[in-house]
């Protein structure tokens, strides 16, 4: 009993040590993106779409809500002012990936299952290059879904918020437009860099195996 303790205790603050180095590394990202006329091109959210993905909603949520407001305090925006709307958006960031998984997961694993049977496979480098499209593919699913979410459809309307103090349809539709070749950047580039983070991460080595076995797909 008391080492069942002691490793849930042990599990719970590498967690939180998790959570505090993936918004520390959302900051620092978050301060070297490029600003441009009409686009911020950027890689802040992935530490914590790796966090949710890694460590649950919960603290993927965490994740995000330390990010924004420490990375307010740290290196405040143009527009000076906190704007809990935004906030909420980077926390979704953490949110929705571990909730998505399971949705996209599933039908990948059996149509992946079905084509390459992986089980078969005994060498463990071949099975893991055969179960690396289902991981990637899932991934791309996963990561496109939450950024277009987030950054697609959500900030146009927070920023809509916090610039015209309003939201219609023709203002969002107008700030959506203009953010195209931002979003279609990021929902290319925002998967495959999440997923060479989520491989490393899960082969790391740590007290008790790996910082965690895959969750990107039973084909590893």
Not at 22 to 46: D, H, W
Not at 58 to 67: N, S
Not at 151 to 173: E, R
């Amino acid at each position: 009993m008391h080492t069942s303790i002691h490793h849930s205790a042990g599990e719970q603050l590498r967690n939180l040590v998790l959570v505090g180095l993936f918004a520390a590394l959302g900051i620092v990202f978050q301060a070297f993106s490029i600003s441009m006329p009409l686009m911020r091109i950027g890689i802040g959210p992935i530490p914590t779409i790796v966090s949710g993905m890694l460590l649950g909603p919960v603290l993927g949520g965490i994740t995000g809500l330390l990010k924004d407001v420490v990375g307010f305090i740290v290196a405040p925006p143009a527009s000076g002012s906190f704007f809990p709307p935004i906030t909420i958006i980077q926390m979704l960031y953490g949110i929705l990936p571990p909730l998505l998984l399971p949705i996209f997961r599933t039908p990948v694993d059996w149509i992946w299952g079905r084509l390459v049977p992986t089980d078969s496979i005994q060498h463990r480098g071949r099975r893991w290059l055969a179960g690396l499209p289902a991981r990637l593919v899932t991934c791309c699913l996963v990561v496109a879904a939450t950024q277009f979410i987030t950054g697609g459809l959500l900030m146009p309307a927070a920023l809509n918020l916090l610039l015209d103090g309003q939201i219609t349809s023709s203002l969002w539709l107008a700030r959506f437009t203009t953010r195209i070749p931002q979003q279609a950047a990021f929902l290319v580039g925002y998967p495959l860099i999440t997923y060479v983070i989520i491989e490393a991460l899960e082969r790391v080595p740590a007290r008790g195996g790996v910082v965690r076995e895959t969750v990107l797909s039973r084909h590893s």
